[in-house]
């Protein structure tokens, strides 16, 4: 059984960092794609960054140059670190694996961990 659990939300005023982790039980980690969402009050849940097993990246247009997605495979470990947080950074943020090496934009995690809360104050 796969599971997922996050932690390193909070509040933080705009212009600051945080950064997130997932851990990961039950799979192989390596072998597997990772991702964090998030989704805000009234909005549908987004794609903020995916990496994959070979370690190459999607980051969504919004956050780009300002959070950065990574892996440790030996600790089972998913990491986004997220510098220069803006008021409209604020969501529950969702760690999720994927049942594939590789993925793509559009491709459906299979996992999902139960989120940990960002709020950015401006």
């Known amino acids: 059984q796969v599971q997922l659990v996050e932690s390193g939300g909070g509040l933080v005023q705009a212009g600051g960092s945080l950064r997130l982790s997932c851990a990961a039980s039950g799979t192989i980690f390596r072998l597997n794609a990772m991702g964090w969402y998030r989704q805000a009050p009234g909005k549908e849940r987004e794609l903020v960054a995916n990496?994959?097993?070979?370690?190459?990246?999607y980051y969504a247009d919004s956050v780009k140059g300002r959070f950065t997605i990574s892996r440790d495979n030996g600790k089972n470990t998913l990491y986004l670190q997220m510098n220069s947080l803006k008021p409209e950074d604020t969501a529950m943020y969702y760690c999720?694996?994927?049942?594939?090496?590789?993925?793509?934009?559009?491709?459906?995690?299979?996992?999902w961990g139960q989120g940990t809360q960002v709020t950015v104050s401006s």
């Open positions: 999720a694996a994927y049942r594939r090496p590789q993925v793509v934009v559009t491709t459906t995690p299979q996992y």
């Open positions: 990496i994959n097993s070979g370690f190459s990246t």
